[in-house]
């Protein structure tokens, strides 16, 4: 299966509104990072990773003509804000699309989107969805593949990864119970969340995702929801040659 990391930023985005520093301004397009979000194609579907307010230009540009399947790790907005613009798949695929998410992540969801759930919408298009919800460590099965949705801890948030045969996916984590590095031990490859150098209280700095590295021992790692704190170009060189700094549009390869 091919996976594109869609993107790789904050909530915020990067550039951020309003911010002139030099990661904001870096005319290097490595450093110009969207919400953070993948695709992963299989000769049996498309699957989405969050579906944050980047969503519409993200698969614009993956060419995405299809979908299959949208896993959720959690309902902060940076991860399901671009939910409405799912419409024009279901348009075209004439089917309602699968989110799966925790039970509390599918109850925000009808609320902020209530008109895509209500039997009157105004008149209006809305999304066809439909909410499936997934428990840690129960695995599903989207587009032929075998997800296994790991519990993540962000602050006091209780979340979920995913583990996709010997692929790992990892946002927004603050700490990683023993179970979830268990589970995800031996991937080939981890794709996890760095915020920056300095200790954050709901994100990962760089220092404790190597730990983390270093614990689930994959072959290799990228970075993501990356902060307008580094450049790509700094970043690279103090990180092990195994794991990089992830980019929007890097794509690669993984065993499912």
């Keep these: 299966m091919r996976i594109t990391l869609l993107g790789t930023g904050t909530s915020t985005g990067v550039p951020m509104i309003g911010c ?15 919400r953070t979000s993948a695709l992963i194609e299989t000769p049996n579907g498309n699957i989405l990773i969050d579906a944050g307010p980047d969503m519409r230009t993200q698969l614009l540009a993956a060419q995405v003509y299809s979908l299959h399947g949208v896993l959720l790790t959690h309902e902060h907005q940076d991860h399901i804000g671009g939910l409405d613009d799912l419409r024009p798949l279901n348009y075209r695929m004439q089917a309602a699309i699968p989110l799966y998410g925790l039970e509390r992540t599918l109850n925000a969801i009808k609320h902020r989107f209530h008109y895509a759930f209500g039997n009157d919408s105004g008149g209006s298009s809305r999304p066809n969805l439909n909410l499936v919800a997934i428990e840690p460590f129960k695995a599903i099965r989207v587009a032929g593949l075998h997800i296994i949705p790991l519990p993540v801890q962000h602050g ?12 790992g996916y990892i ?20 794709v996890i969340n760095a915020l920056r150098h300095d200790p954050h209280p709901m994100h990962l700095s760089f220092d404790q995702a190597l730990d983390y590295v270093n614990q689930i021992a994959p072959q ?3 970075f993501v929801h990356l902060s307008h704190d580094i450049t790509h170009a700094a970043l690279a060189p103090t990180l092990p040659a195994h794991v990089r700094p992830g980019y929007d549009g890097l794509q690669f390869e993984v065993d499912a």
Aim: proline letters at 4%.
């Design 20 to 34: 002139e520093c030099p990661v904001c301004t870096s005319a290097d397009p490595r450093d110009r990072r969207m």
């Design 156 to 167: 006091r948030m209780s979340i979920v990864g995913y583990r996709i045969g010997d692929f």
């Design 171 to 190: 946002t927004d984590a603050s700490t990683l119970s023993e179970a979830t590095c268990e589970a995800l031990y031996g991937v080939k490859t981890l």
């Design 220 to 222: 290799r790692a990228f």
